[in-house]
């Protein structure tokens, strides 16, 4: 079994951005094997590039993908069509929150009711889901998060609301936490 942490964008050194690093080390400590690196295309976070990458880094039905931000559009699109043991999404979103980059990115459903997310294959695909949202995310509304939650269906044991965490760009002990519940 293995940990991928799908990094949000903007990210040119994943093991320096954000809690990536930290959960890596913490994770290799706890004897798990984690594979964080810079993901190719990391401004944009093209689907067509991040969805490939993911599959050329060996995820699979034994694999615990951790997807921050773009990475957890990332992870949900991947779970649509891949087997894996787990997905953990951190501050995802349900829109491109009218912003043309993340439009862009292929992620997000469209106004013409294309790319809706398919939240059925996904739930068939992956059994154990987890999400972690902040109140005060500055980026993304908790709406937000709610409609993912949603969509999926999880429950108050799979949802995970901590306030005062903005977009999560600290460490969290509450994530690895939940890795070491899976393994």
């Known amino acids: 079994m293995k ?3 799908a990094p949000g964008n903007g990210c040119t050194n994943i093991l320096r951005s954000n809690w990536y690093g930290q959960l890596h080390s913490d994770l290799k400590a706890s004897g798990i094997t984690s594979i964080c690196e810079t993901f190719p295309d990391p401004f944009e976070a093209k689907r067509s590039i991040w969805i490939p990458h993911i599959e ?5 039905e034994e694999t615990i993908l951790v997807g921050h931000s773009s990475g957890a559009q990332a992870a949900l699109r991947y779970a649509e069509s891949h087997k894996l043991k787990a997905v953990i999404l951190v501050a995802a979103t349900y829109t491109d929150l009218g912003d043309a980059g993340e ?8 106004a013409d009711g294309k790319n809706e997310y398919k939240f059925s ?3 068939a695909n992956c059994g154990i889901w987890h999400q972690f949202h902040s109140d005060d995310d500055p980026f993304i509304p908790l709406a937000e998060a709610e409609q993912i939650r949603h969509g999926l269906g999880l429950n108050d044991d799979e949802y995970h ?5 903005s977009h ?3 460490p969290f002990s509450e994530l690895l936490e939940t890795i070491k519940s899976i393994t």
Do not use: H, K, T
């Open 3 to 5: 940990v991928i942490i």
């Open 161 to 165: 609301m901590l306030p005062g965490r």
């Open 168 to 170: 999560f760009f600290e």
């Open 103 to 110: 439009r862009a990115s292929g992620y997000y459903p469209d």
């Open 56 to 60: 050329s880094l060996g995820a699979n």
């Open 121 to 123: 294959e996904m739930r």
